[in-house]
């Protein structure tokens, strides 16, 4: 099987894209996929390339049992070729991905994250950054249940069988 190369994109890539990262290759280490799927995030503006995640972000993972190991980084052209599924947090991200890959044929990549939850009562994953403690933990419920209706669609789509790893 060839390797799966999946994207998450927000803003600043400090909050909601690192954690969706994280959190993905979290499930896909607990479903034994790591050797056939990675996964990367990005921002799609300069703000805080090199920085990592925001505090209270790494604070939300390791409630929820999560490591986050990243540093932010801006989306590039490169990206919209290396990857096979590019998923952002928002309509302004999405329209932002689309606008640099405005030469390439990439729309069929480019998908909302919330368009893989099931039963989603809004487009968007919220921005915690202005936000409280209970934000943070609302998008890592959403970016949860988003990953796995994602993770659903692949094994669809193409073709992966699941041999989830023993616990411990």
Do not use: W
Not at 52 to 59: C, G, H, I, K, V
Not at 89 to 104: H, K, Q, W
């Amino acid at each position: 099987m060839k390797k799966i190369n999946v994207l998450f994109v927000c803003l600043g890539n400090i909050c909601r894209s690192p954690l969706a990262e994280a959190l993905f290759k979290h499930k896909l280490k607990q479903l034994g996929l790591e050797d056939f799927i990675e996964a990367d995030s990005c921002g799609t503006s300069d703000y805080h390339i090199g920085d990592p995640p925001d505090s209270r972000t790494l604070a939300n993972a390791r409630r929820n049992g999560i490591t986050i190991q990243h540093r932010g980084r801006q989306l590039s052209k490169d990206d919209l070729n290396r990857f096979d599924y590019i998923l952002a947090m928002d309509e302004s991200n999405y329209e932002n991905i689309l606008y640099l890959g405005r030469n390439l044929n990439i729309i069929h990549k480019v998908s909302l994250m919330r368009s893989f939850e099931p039963d989603a009562k809004a487009r968007e994953v919220p921005d915690p950054y202005y936000g409280g403690e209970r934000g943070f933990q609302e998008v890592f419920e959403i970016l949860d249940r988003s990953l796995d209706g994602f993770l659903d669609y692949l094994k669809q789509k193409e073709g992966i069988t699941v041999s989830p790893k023993p616990a411990g």
